[in-house]
Antibody
Framework: QVQLQESGPRLVKPSETLSLRCNVSGGSISSHYWSWIRQPPGKGLEWIGHIYFSGRTDYNPSLKSRVTMSIDTSKKHFSLKLTSVTAADTAVYFCARVDWGIYRWFDPWGQGTLVTVSS | DIQMTQSPSSLSASVGDRVTITCRASQTINSHLNWYQHKAGKAPNLLIY???TLETGVPSRFSGRGSGTDFTLTITGLQPEDFATYFCQQGDTTPYTFGQGTKLEIK
């Protein structure tokens, strides 16, 4: 059974770069799309983007100028970088696998990691 | 972007009750609507995909209906483990978007 686990710094300073990694265990990272999703405190979920095992990406236009996703299939992890962060980027960040059928659901998810942007 | 409006934002109910949560899309998304259950500090859990198909292992007391713009999630015979937050997600068009969530609490 595939399991995902987010890791990375929990505190990032304003204007710096947020970096997170999602480790994939219990299954293959290949032939799948992988997403990052976030939830600011007290707010709804926001899709950040996804990456295919080949490296092809698709980002939310609202974040596209600041987001970079990458994938390392040999190490079975994929990563998120978000530049020039502000307090508005404080959120729980989730990684998830995308089902690439016609309905595009997310399953499984990681349990999420809270990243706080503060000096 | 497609806006997903979910209601109610919170709901109090008792064990054994039947509850319904609604999700409305700002434009048609056919049946590209998925439902999740989320308990604080845990990974969200897929319940229903394609508006009405129960994910493997999800109890049959959960059901989903709808197509186009209006969708519902119904839980018939609430169990103690069902008290959680539920949210919908459209998988029709990127950027994929989510409802704001419904927090289901014990009355």
């Amino acid at each position: 059974q595939v399991q995902l686990q987010e890791s990375g710094p929990r505190l990032v300073k304003p204007s710096e770069t947020l970096s997170l990694r999602c480790n994939v265990s219990g299954g293959s990272i290949s032939s799948h799309y992988w997403s990052w999703i976030r939830q600011p405190p007290g707010k709804g979920l926001e899709w950040i983007g996804h990456i295919y095992f080949s490296g092809r990406t698709d980002y939310n236009p609202s974040l596209k100028s600041r987001v970079t996703m990458s994938i390392d299939t040999s190490k079975k992890h994929f990563s998120l970088k978000l530049t020039s962060v502000t307090a508005a980027d404080t959120a729980v960040y989730f990684c998830a696998r995308v089902d690439w059928g016609i309905y595009r659901w997310f399953d499984p998810w990681g349990q999420g990691t809270l990243v706080t942007v503060s000096s | 972007d497609i806006q997903m409006t979910q209601s109610p934002s919170s709901l109090s109910a008792s064990v054994g009750d039947r509850v319904t949560i609604t999700c409305r899309a700002s434009q048609t998304i056919n049946s590209h609507l998925n439902w999740y259950q989320h308990k604080a500090g845990k990974a969200p859990n897929l319940l229903i995909y394609g508006a009405s198909t129960l994910e493997t292992g999800v109890p049959s007391r959960f059901s989903g209906r709808g197509s186009g713009t209006d969708f519902t999630l119904t839980i018939t015979g609430l169990q103690p483990e069902d008290f959680a937050t539920y949210f919908c997600q459209q998988g029709d068009t990127t950027p994929y978007t989510f409802g704001q969530g419904t927090k289901l609490e014990i009355k």
